[in-house]
């Protein structure tokens, strides 16, 4: 686990650094690049957990239906605002 924390880390540091190297520097841009990477993360994030707590738990442990449906208006929600920020 500490070696994928360990690549993830580095990985966003040196997004970080090619983004300021591409010349942004302007706070709303840094600010609307954040958003949609947090956005697409966390989008990316709740639909692994509806797939991994679907189909690895075992079923007495699976979420209700309700709760499944709770995590897709999350997904839809993450992923408007991901498309949102990303066209603006």
Excluded at 16 to 25: H, Q, V
């Amino acid at each position: 686990m500490s070696k994928y924390y360990f690549i993830f880390l580095w990985s966003q540091i040196f997004l970080g650094i090619i983004i300021l190297m591409f010349g942004f520097s302007e706070p709303m841009q840094l600010v609307t690049i954040s958003a949609f990477l947090n956005a697409m993360t966390m989008f990316v994030y709740t639909i692994l957990i509806l797939w991994l707590n679907s189909t690895t738990l075992p079923e007495e442990l699976r979420p209700a239906w309700w709760r499944k449906v709770v995590l897709s208006l999350v997904i839809l929600f993450f992923g408007m605002f991901s498309l949102l920020t990303w066209l603006y």
